[in-house]
């Protein structure tokens, strides 16, 4: 049990500052107390609880921005601005790692390291350096002992997390697993050879395109050799962010606004390559991590965080995409029930009802005044209201399309969302109906014909043999059947004690017509009351199931 009686430092931190920020759910939790509903604080005072915890509670906090299909909105807002307020590192610590993960002597790897950071966050800081061969780097080293601490951390999340699955909120969400979720995800954030695998995939992904010229992007090459699981070694690259870079009035001779939706096009066609034909897409796509460089091409950096979609989830929320421009519920709750992890009881008029007032709202709004993004915020939470469990990649797919918005709309004000949309929404359909190489999908198609032409005279007289010799089966279920069953099954033992008490009734009176002893008189006598009672018990049964009147 998580209380008071405990006496270790981190949970006594975590307590004080609990107490300190008035969350009287989880103070109930802390102390050993019972509460039946979780009740979350305001979405400034959970976001200060983060900070105050810590780095480790500071990451959670931005893992919990991806899902809103389980945090409303305003929460999703609050913890995307998470920012860990930490100090950078001593350079003497920092060297210590550094030497403690190269293989070889820190002086044959590279030829200068600048002691004072360019950022430092909560799991890293980063420096610049020049390997041995000339070659400018940048330099992402873990901090010092983070791994004791997000250890312990991780502890203290999953026993919170046992906790708050006693609830009904705990069980419809099934918190235990989130929670799994969360620190797998923050055990893969101290393991840097993962982010320069993303990074590796990312960049082959992005070397072809049909939809942008490949040379226009840059993804920050990674140098293997020097790299290992607390120390990641990358391209430096010379650039500001996006929103900062104000040179583009100065270059090219070009007109602002021109160079403007250029870059906006780039990055639409970029994003919208990896989320619905790789099917592996950058999730952190926020200003901090898309550089514009001085010689004028755009750069994505910073991979830790990267989502996935398998080919029928892409199909399916190409087709939300299109289902929400066209402001249509009843679809929208189709491809929701196909998104669902699982089959739930859904109330399906309850659940198009919804999404009817949802979209209602834009009926008036011309398409390029919706903010779409915050249309499938809505979508996703519409779902959690209807108690739909979808899959946990949505989140990241929809924090990545508002983010995506978000800097497009910032950089360009002016930017028509229908008009980037539209052209690679017609050829995913495209590439959807006929594949990237339309003869084999002909080829297939024809294959699959000449099969089903060949086999079906064959399972049409297999079929008709059953049907003659009346070995056919038919294996048929039908929800709700069981309740109707069992009510025509009470009616069916009623109605047969009811003729079994009319009989002993009618029994007992031919007996006691003609009783010419006194057994015979007794008998009679045992019968009715026998029957009395069996009536009696009957009627008092139907009047306790309420049904009496066919309610």
């Not at 979780?38 to 400034?44: A, M, N, R, T």
């Not at 918190?175 to 590796?200: I, M, Q, W």
């Not at 929320?317 to 089959?343: F, G, H, K, P, Y």
């Not at 594949?435 to 008709?464: C, H, W």
Request: charged share 20%; proline share 5%.
């Amino acid at each position: 049990m998580f209380s008071l009686t405990q006496t270790t430092s981190r949970q006594r931190d975590i307590i004080e500052v609990v107490f300190r920020n008035g969350w009287d759910y989880m103070r109930i939790l802390l102390t050993g107390g019972k509460a039946d509903e979780p009740k979350l604080p305001p979405p400034e005072v959970l976001r200060n609880i983060l900070v105050d915890l810590g780095p480790v509670y500071v990451k959670l906090g931005q893992l919990l921005s991806t899902r809103p299909d389980l945090l409303p909105g305003s929460y999703i807002e609050a913890l995307s601005t998470l920012q860990a307020k930490v100090p950078p590192v001593p350079w003497i610590e920092v060297e210590t790692v550094i030497r403690q993960q190269l293989q070889q002597p820190l002086e044959e790897a590279f030829a200068t390291i600048n002691p004072q950071p360019v950022a430092a966050g909560s799991i890293a800081q980063t420096h610049r350096a020049t390997l041995a061969d000339g070659r400018e780097v940048a330099l992402k080293i873990q901090r010092p002992g983070i791994d004791v601490v997000v250890a312990q951390d991780i502890a203290l999340i999953k026993s919170l997390a046992e906790l708050v699955s006693r609830t009904e909120f705990g069980q419809d969400y099934d918190v235990v697993s989130l929670a799994e979720e969360f620190t797998n995800a923050l055990k893969a954030e101290l393991d840097f050879t993962l982010e320069a695998s993303y990074t590796d995939q990312l960049r082959r992904n992005l070397s072809k395109s049909s939809w942008f010229d490949p040379k226009q992007l840059v993804v920050p090459e990674i140098y293997w050799d020097v790299t290992t699981e607390k120390l990641l070694v990358m391209e430096w690259l010379d650039g500001v962010p996006l929103l900062l870079a104000d040179l583009l009035a100065t270059q090219d001779g070009k007109d602002p606004s021109i160079q403007r939706r250029e870059i906006t096009t780039l990055l639409f066609r970029v994003f919208f390559q990896q989320v619905y034909i790789d099917g592996f897409f950058h999730a952190d796509p926020h200003p901090g991590n898309l550089f514009y460089l001085q010689d004028g091409r755009l750069a994505l950096i910073d991979c830790g965080l990267v989502g996935r979609l398998d080919p029928r989830s892409q199909q399916i929320l190409t087709e939300m995409l299109l289902a929400i421009v066209d402001l249509d519920a009843q679809r929208c709750t189709q491809l929701t029930l196909q998104l669902a992890e699982s089959n739930q009881p859904v109330n399906l008029s309850r659940l198009e009802n919804d999404y009817t007032r949802l979209l209602r709202k834009y009926f008036n709004l011309s398409l390029s005044q919706i903010n779409f993004s915050q249309v499938f915020y809505e979508v996703l939470q519409t779902a959690r209201n209807n108690k739909i469990r979808l899959p946990s990649n949505l989140g990241l797919y929809a924090k990545t399309l508002a983010n995506l918005e978000g800097v497009t709309r910032a950089f360009d004000p002016e930017v028509n969302l229908l008009d980037q949309i539209k052209p690679l929404i017609v050829d995913l359909f495209r590439r959807q109906l006929l594949g990237n190489d339309p003869l084999q999908v002909l080829l297939r198609t024809a294959l699959d014909l000449k099969s089903l032409s060949l086999q079906s005279p064959r399972q049409m007289e297999l079929l008709l043999e059953r049907v003659t010799s009346e070995t056919l089966k038919w294996n048929i279920t039908l929800r709700d059947l069981d309740p109707l069953r069992r009510s025509l099954d009470d009616s069916a033992n009623r109605l047969s004690f009811s003729v079994v008490v009319g009989s002993l009734i009618i029994g007992a009176a031919i007996i006691s017509t003609n009783a010419q002893t006194s057994q015979l008189s007794f008998l009679s006598t045992a019968l009715f009351a026998t029957a009395s009672f069996l009536g009696l018990w009957l009627v008092i049964s139907i009047l306790r199931s309420g049904r009496l009147r066919g309610k």
